[in-house]
């Protein structure tokens, strides 16, 4: 049972456009959410997150947008450039316990020059 | 500042075998997860320690084990490898205890494990 769904494998955009990349949960528990970026033979580098409490975070070139009544989550990059290609991973998770992340399967994006 | 930090960085071991993972975390962090990622998914989540105490499991058969240390290292063990375990294992720390004000976890490079 996937709890974390990002349904595009891959994206590819030009150097300067946008980027952006979706992700959709399903448990109503999650409270919050995370976006890691992940080059090959490296772990998943922290990008940037979001509590439920909040609708839109910032943080430079990124950002991260959630609706909760769509359980859908979206991050932005902005302007895109050839070092933003990675696996993106979306991750959630539920407030209490371990609060261990739930992972979505990622997403490959490629910016092109 | 140094990161997480995992050895050893690559393992080749056969089917049966034990093998011992290990992770120091960021400096003044206390809590340590650990996770699985299989190609072409995502991390999956292990186990997650935090002042010594287990805090939480996924769902891995009993084969998989861990510990924390009091300098909050911590050592991933699996015993009788089958060669589904093959897989990169995650180590990533997090300053904050879990139950309190939510605090992104920060992943080392990973021991990528080949079980033949």
């Known amino acids: 049972d996937q709890q974390v769904k990002q349904n595009s494998p891959s994206l590819s955009v030009q150097e300067g456009r946008i980027s952006i990349l979706n992700c959709d949960y399903t448990n109503s528990m999650f409270d919050y959410f995370l976006w890691y970026k992940k080059y090959p033979a490296e772990g998943p580098t922290f990008l940037i997150s979001i509590s439920s409490i909040k609708d839109k975070n910032e943080d430079g070139r990124f950002t991260v947008f959630l609706n909760k009544s769509a359980k859908h989550l979206s991050l932005h990059i902005v ?35 | 500042d140094a990161g997480v930090t995992q050895s050893p960085t690559h393992l080749i071991k056969t089917r049966g075998q034990h093998v011992t993972l290990r992770c120091s975390p960021i400096s003044g962090h206390k809590s340590v997860s650990w996770y699985q990622q299989v190609l072409g998914q995502g991390p999956q989540f292990i186990f997650q320690y935090y002042e010594k105490e287990e805090r939480g499991r996924g769902n891995f058969p ?48 990973g021991t990528r494990l080949t079980v033949l």
Do not use: H, M, W
Not at chain 1, 86 to 108: D, H, I, N, P
Not at chain 2, 66 to 79: D, G, I, M, T
Not at chain 2, 87 to 106: D, H, K, M, T, V
């Open chain 1, 79 to 113: 302007p895109s450039q050839p070092g933003d290609s990675a696996v993106y991973f979306c991750a959630a998770s539920a407030k209490g316990g371990s609060e261990k992340l739930v992972f979505g399967k990622g997403t490959k994006l490629t910016v092109n020059p």
């Open chain 2, 62 to 109: 009993d084969r998989f084990s861990a510990r924390q240390f009091p300098n909050y290292s911590s050592e991933l063990n699996v015993n009788a490898l089958l060669l589904g375990d093959s897989a990169l294992y995650l180590c990533a720390s997090s300053l904050l205890p879990p139950g309190g004000i939510r605090n992104e976890q920060f992943f080392g490079p």
